[in-house]
Each structure stands twice: as C-alpha cells, then as structure tokens.
Nanobody
C-alpha cells in the first residue's frame, strides 16, 4: 500500500514564502511523475507544477518564476518552494504521483495541506 503525506502548509503574508513537502511511503518500485495541484474554495482542482523522473518540470503560467518543484528520488519526496506568495495562491495543495507498486502503475493522492496567503 502506498501513501503520500504532505506537510509545510500554513498562513503567510503576501510576499512571503513556504515550502511544501510530500513524502511517498509503502511498497514502491518506481515513481514516474510527481505533481502538485491546488483547489481553492468553490473551484476545481488545478495542476500547479509537475516533475518527471528525468527532472523535467512544468508549471502553470500563474506561478512561473515564483514556484519551484523539485524531487529527491532517494527519499521518494517532492517539494514545492513557493516564493512571493499572493492572496490568489490561497488553496488546499495536493500532492499527486504516478507510482508503480508491484505489477501495477497507479495514481496516488495526498490528503492536502492548506496554504493561506493573507495580511
């Protein structure tokens, strides 16, 4: 069984920074992609950033130049460094990963961590 556990959310003032961490545990043979999504109240869950096992990254336009996604393959962990945060970044942030466990490749989600940007 595979689990993703996020941490690092909180309350921060506009212009501040936070670093989110997502650690995968369980029976893991290989992690393909790892991504961060976010969902604001009353809105759909949207992709924020992703990174594949080769280290190639992709960002939604609204966070380019402010957010950085990275991963530590030895620790099965993905990070999201968020700088110059804006009130519109307020949302629940979810970790998502494509993981091969046993013979199957499946999509896993974390429980989410709240990020609130407010003065």
């Amino acid at each position: 069984q595979v689990q993703l556990v996020e941490s690092g959310g909180g309350l921060v003032q506009p212009g501040g920074s936070l670093r989110l961490t997502c650690a995968a545990s369980g029976t893991i043979f290989h992690i393909h992609f790892m991504s961060w999504y976010r969902q604001a109240p009353g809105k759909e869950r949207d992709l924020v950033a992703s990174i594949n096992n080769g280290g190639n990254t992709n960002y939604v336009d609204s966070v380019k130049g402010r957010f950085t996604i990275s991963r530590d393959n030895a620790k099965n962990t993905v990070y999201l460094q968020m700088n110059n945060l804006k009130p519109e970044d307020t949302a629940v942030y979810f970790c998502n990963a494509g993981i091969k466990s046993g013979r199957t490749l499946a999509d896993y989600w974390g429980q989410g961590t709240q990020v609130t940007v407010s003065a």
